[in-house]
């Protein structure tokens, strides 16, 4: 999710883009995990605001904001619950790959719900470190990506989701407050992940060409960041596009 996007506001109202589906796989039925990375959430704020995340966690893909999801063939999702993990060495920026390895470790080490083609393992960072995924850049204007990959001892598909720290100069700044701009990027990443999971290794699901995917469309067509999201259930979440109603939407 960047904030580069085309600006034209007219665009944004005369615009009706349509998500086609490319007959890749969806997750009818997904669930989602969340894995802490960093000491910086064992800390009494990180904890706090851990605690927050959590109940949105399971709060928005279960509640009215995953109604929309109904439109792609998604059933609102299951909170399976989370862990905290290691960062690895300090580091300023984390890659893709480094998601990666962090969502494989949690997997045989924290005693977390075990990939069964169905789940998204979420992975937040903590403050002051960069996201990148080799094109895009946290530090520019990007609040995460979700993604898959296939284990190499297993065969299954892991599907994850990774979570840039909002804070000064890093992610997309759509309030003022960093957990609510985390919450607001999570919705997004799990609304995509959930209608096209295989977006950078397989075939895809639910997509647009030109203004990409379900959460990124809304912010393509350039609507100011201050109209796309509001609160449900007091977890701060993204507006996302319906093909029904071509416009972003705000189910409560």
Same mark, same amino acid.
């Not at 979420?122 to 960069?130: E, G, I, N, Q, R």
């Given at each position: 999710?960047?904030?580069?996007?085309?600006?034209?506001?007219?665009?944004?109202?005369? =615009?009706?883009?349509?998500?086609?589906?490319? +007959?890749?796989?969806?997750?009818?039925? /997904?669930?989602?995990?969340?894995?802490?990375?960093?000491?910086?959430?064992?800390?009494?704020?990180?904890?706090?605001?851990? *605690?927050?995340?959590?109940?949105?966690?399971?709060?928005?893909?279960?509640?009215?904001?995953?109604?929309?999801?109904?439109?792609?063939?998604?059933? /609102?999702?299951?909170?399976? +619950?989370?862990?905290?993990?290691?960062? @690895?060495?300090?580091?300023?920026?984390? =890659?893709?790959?480094?998601?990666?390895?962090?969502?494989?470790?949690?997997?045989?080490?924290?005693?977390?719900?075990?990939?069964?083609?169905?789940?998204?393992?979420?992975?937040?960072?903590? /403050?002051?470190?960069?996201?990148?995924? @080799?094109?895009?850049?946290?530090?520019?204007?990007?609040? @995460?990506?979700?993604?898959?990959?296939?284990?190499?001892?297993?065969?299954?598909?892991?599907?994850?989701?990774?979570? *840039?720290?909002?804070?000064?100069?890093?992610?997309?700044?759509?309030?003022?407050?960093?957990?609510?701009?985390? =919450?607001? *990027?999570?919705?997004?990443?799990?609304?995509?992940?959930?209608?096209?999971?295989?977006?950078?290794?397989?075939?895809?699901?639910?997509?647009?060409?030109?203004?990409?995917?379900? +959460?990124?469309?809304?912010?393509?067509?350039?609507?100011?960041?201050?109209?796309?999201?509001?609160?449900?259930?007091?977890?701060?979440?993204?507006?996302?596009?319906?093909?029904?109603?071509?416009?972003?939407?705000?189910?409560?």
């Amino acid at each position: 999710m960047t904030t580069q996007a085309v600006t034209n506001q007219a665009a944004a109202s005369s =615009t009706s883009p349509l998500l086609r589906y490319y +007959g890749g796989k969806i997750l009818e039925n /997904p669930k989602f995990v969340s894995l802490y990375a960093g000491d910086f959430w064992s800390t009494r704020q990180g904890a706090t605001q851990q *605690a927050k995340i959590d109940r949105c966690s399971s709060s928005v893909p279960s509640g009215p904001h995953a109604s929309v999801w109904e439109e792609y063939g998604v059933s /609102p999702g299951t909170f399976k +619950g989370s862990a905290r993990i290691p960062l @690895g060495n300090p580091r300023l920026a984390v =890659t893709e790959r480094d998601i990666r390895t962090m969502v494989a470790t949690a997997i045989r080490q924290s005693g977390v719900t075990a990939p069964d083609g169905e789940t998204v393992y979420t992975v937040f960072l903590p /403050p002051k470190v960069a996201l990148t995924d @080799g094109y895009a850049d946290s530090r520019d204007g990007m609040g @995460g990506y979700h993604g898959s990959y296939r284990d190499e001892k297993t065969g299954k598909k892991v599907y994850y989701a990774a979570i *840039a720290y909002t804070d000064k100069g890093n992610g997309v700044q759509f309030t003022s407050n960093s957990v609510d701009n985390i =919450t607001i *990027a999570a919705s997004h990443e799990w609304t995509e992940a959930v209608t096209d999971p295989d977006v950078n290794a397989g075939k895809l699901g639910w997509y647009n060409k030109r203004f990409g995917e379900v +959460g990124d469309i809304p912010i393509s067509l350039g609507y100011p960041l201050s109209q796309l999201w509001g609160r449900i259930d007091g977890c701060a979440v993204q507006k996302e596009w319906s093909n029904a109603l071509g416009e972003p939407v705000l189910t409560e």
